[in-house]
């Protein structure tokens, strides 16, 4: 069984910062793709940010220069620095990853989201 736990996740004022965590554990054999998406109240899930085990990175255009993604490939975890938080940034933040288990399935697991709420 696969697990993707999220943490920091809380309350922030507009212009604060916030890091958001996500550890896999469990029997994986190797995680292709790691990722943040959010959800706001009434929206479509969105991707924030993802990176490959290469480290190749993509940011969808409303959080670029503000959000910043990486990864331990050793520790199977992902991050997610945010900086300069506005009141649109609000909303269920979920970890992603792509992965392959002992056995060759493939699988896409999701965590449980963690709240960020930017609120003055």
């Known amino acids: 069984q696969v697990q993707l736990v999220e943490s920091g996740g809380g309350l922030v004022q507009p212009g604060g910062s916030l890091r958001l965590s996500c550890a896999a554990s469990?029997?994986?054999?190797?995680?292709?793709?790691m990722g943040w998406y959010r959800q706001a109240p009434g929206k479509e899930r969105e991707l924030v940010a993802s990176?490959?085990?290469?480290?190749?990175?993509n940011y969808v255009d409303s959080v670029k220069g503000r959000f910043f993604i990486s990864r331990d490939n050793a520790k199977n975890t992902v991050s997610l620095q945010m900086n300069s938080l506005k009141l649109e940034d609000t909303a269920v933040y979920y970890c992603?990853?792509?992965?392959?288990?002992?056995?060759?399935?493939?699988?896409?697991?999701w965590g449980q989201g963690t709240l960020v709420t930017v609120s003055s």
């Open positions: 992603d990853a792509d992965l392959w288990l002992p056995g060759g399935r493939n699988l896409e697991a």
């Open positions: 469990g029997s994986i054999f190797s995680i292709n793709a």
């Open positions: 990176i490959t085990s290469g480290g190749s990175i």
